[in-house]
């Protein structure tokens, strides 16, 4: 989740974190410094299993009794799933919201309903010893892998939000499986005289009309904007796919607006890939899809770098280039 980091994406384009109001924290071993982990807060957590092998399911497709793709627990599955009952058994002050099995981690969404003596790593050290102890007695090795991910949730509805998020994980992986494509990082993709990473669908590429959305910074009061998100929305409308880095406000409103009515994109971002991104929430679908192609010109970085001038007129000229193809 790396594009947290990028400010003109974060605004408008990868609204996973802004939408569902969650505050991630990524380290598998580093806690957030600043937050009390004994007080009552709702977190979700995920745990990888050791090496990523897939041990705790099978990913299945929709049948008669499934209405969706869903996860077949493993023998060590669903001694894992026992594992996560216990946590509210033996830490009366914890609420299990929701558990969500994948072949090679699982996401739990908790309450802790009350201040707690322990904090909330101590629990879940507790509940992956339990689990390790099972995966050794099956398997002769432990389970999962060193740390966890926990994802504060702190935001109005983002309860319901995460819940469903977290049960949708079996369609999503079912969705990426069967569109492997559309969801992996290519590098090294030609563009004109630029090499460039890309995700999603390449083939818009190739499309026929496509046309570049620039607009002044100066564009900022309602009516100015309102007039330039008519004017690309009637390309749009007309068949073109819309290709943009989405930096000054009016860009943002235009492609956020095509998005939302779901016409074919093309969008620059300065930031790349790191080599396990993977597009979350509204882009997923889009990706899935096939009306979305993200491109990203430089690599990866995960320091906060704020853009400079120059790196916006490239983004432009890339845009401009991927539209005159």
Not at 50 to 65: E, H, K, N
Not at 238 to 251: F, K, M, N, Q, T
């Given at each position: 989740?790396?594009?947290?980091?990028?400010?003109?994406?974060?605004?408008?384009?990868?609204?996973?974190?802004?939408?569902?109001?969650?505050?991630?924290?990524?380290?598998?071993?580093?806690?957030?410094?600043?937050?009390?982990?004994?007080?009552r807060c709702i977190y979700?957590?995920?745990l990888s299993t050791l090496?990523?092998?897939?041990?705790?399911?099978?990913?299945?497709?929709?049948?008669?009794?499934?209405?969706?793709?869903?996860?077949?627990?493993?023998?060590?599955?669903?001694?894992?799933?026992?594992?996560?009952?216990?946590?509210?058994?033996?830490?009366?002050?914890?609420?299990?919201?929701?558990?969500?099995?994948?072949?090679?981690?699982?996401?739990?969404?908790?309450?802790?309903?009350?201040?707690?003596?322990?904090?909330?790593?101590?629990?879940?050290?507790?509940?992956?010893?339990?689990?390790?102890?099972?995966?050794?007695?099956?398997?002769?090795?432990?389970?999962?892998?060193?740390?966890?991910?926990?994802?504060?949730?702190?935001?109005?509805?983002?309860?319901?939000?995460?819940?469903?998020?977290?049960?949708?994980?079996?369609?999503?992986?079912?969705?990426?499986?069967?569109?492997?494509?559309?969801?992996?990082?290519?590098?090294d993709v030609t563009i004109?005289?630029?090499?460039?990473?890309?995700?999603?669908?390449?083939?818009?590429?190739?499309?026929?009309?496509?046309?570049?959305?620039?607009?002044?910074?100066?564009?900022?009061?309602?009516?100015?904007?309102?007039?330039?998100?008519?004017?690309?929305?009637?390309?749009?409308?007309?068949?073109?796919?819309?290709?943009?880095?989405?930096?000054?406000?009016?860009?943002?409103?235009?492609?956020?607006?095509?998005?939302?009515?779901?016409?074919?994109?093309?969008?620059?971002?300065?930031?790349?890939?790191?080599?396990?991104?993977?597009?979350?929430?509204?882009?997923?679908?889009?990706?899935?899809?096939?009306?979305?192609?993200?491109?990203?010109?430089?690599?990866?970085?995960?320091?906060?770098?704020?853009?400079?001038?120059?790196?916006?007129?490239?983004?432009?000229?890339?845009?401009?280039?991927?539209?005159?193809?």
């Amino acid at each position: 989740m790396d594009y947290k980091r990028n400010k003109h994406r974060r605004e408008w384009w990868l609204e996973h974190h802004e939408e569902h109001g969650l505050v991630p924290h990524r380290s598998m071993k580093r806690r957030k410094p600043s937050h009390d982990y004994n007080s009552r807060c709702i977190y979700m957590i995920t745990l990888s299993t050791l090496g990523r092998r897939p041990v705790l399911g099978v990913l299945c497709d929709a049948d008669s009794s499934h209405p969706k793709p869903w996860i077949k627990p493993s023998e060590l599955g669903n001694k894992v799933l026992s594992c996560w009952r216990q946590i509210a058994v033996l830490h009366p002050q914890i609420r299990l919201m929701a558990v969500q099995l994948m072949p090679d981690h699982m996401h739990g969404v908790l309450f802790v309903t009350s201040p707690m003596p322990k904090h909330l790593g101590t629990v879940i050290n507790g509940f992956k010893v339990g689990c390790n102890k099972f995966s050794r007695e099956m398997t002769g090795d432990v389970l999962w892998g060193s740390g966890y991910n926990d994802i504060i949730l702190k935001g109005k509805g983002q309860l319901e939000r995460m819940i469903h998020y977290v049960q949708d994980n079996p369609r999503r992986r079912w969705i990426k499986h069967n569109n492997h494509d559309f969801f992996s990082i290519k590098n090294d993709v030609t563009i004109g005289e630029w090499q460039v990473a890309a995700v999603g669908n390449q083939f818009l590429i190739e499309h026929p009309l496509k046309v570049a959305v620039k607009c002044s910074r100066s564009i900022k009061g309602d009516d100015e904007i309102a007039q330039e998100v008519n004017k690309f929305m009637a390309m749009a409308d007309a068949g073109a796919v819309l290709v943009s880095p989405s930096i000054s406000p009016a860009e943002k409103k235009v492609m956020r607006a095509a998005f939302d009515a779901g016409y074919p994109l093309i969008v620059i971002i300065e930031n790349g890939f790191s080599p396990l991104w993977k597009p979350g929430g509204k882009q997923f679908d889009a990706c899935a899809e096939g009306r979305l192609l993200l491109v990203a010109p430089w690599p990866h970085h995960n320091e906060y770098k704020k853009i400079r001038r120059q790196q916006c007129q490239s983004l432009n000229d890339l845009a401009q280039e991927i539209a005159s193809i």
